[in-house]
């Protein structure tokens, strides 16, 4: 693993092993939020993990939904890619080399 790369902001690495520390001590939110930032940052990446894009998807159409004014739709979509995020935690891990 590159350290550098564990240690700059703007690789999804970074954020992945940030949401493995939030989950292993318990604080599920944090590590949702911190999954769908490592999410959007590995939204170019042609190696993002299938979950992630779907996380990233849905969370577009919560913007969208926003814009359209309809909240209640709006928080539920993002809910949902906050936990689609999640569940790609471990897939994100294994595809940025973070796995033991």
């Known amino acids: 693993m590159d350290v550098t790369d564990t240690q700059d902001p703007s690789s999804p690495s970074t954020w992945v092993r940030r949401a493995l520390e939030f989950r292993a001590s318990g604080d599920v939110e944090n590590a949702k939020m911190t999954s769908l930032r490592g999410a959007k940052r590995a939204r170019n990446d042609p190696k993002i993990p299938e979950r992630w894009a ?47």
């Not at 909240?71 to 949902?80: N, W, Y």
């Not at 569940?87 to 033991?100: M, T």
């Open 54 to 100: 779907a996380a990233l998807s849905t969370l577009d159409q919560a913007e969208l939904d926003q814009h359209l004014h309809d909240d209640a739709t709006s928080q539920q979509r993002l809910d949902d890619a906050l936990t689609a995020a999640l569940e790609g935690l471990d897939e994100a891990a294994e595809v940025y080399g973070l796995l033991s």
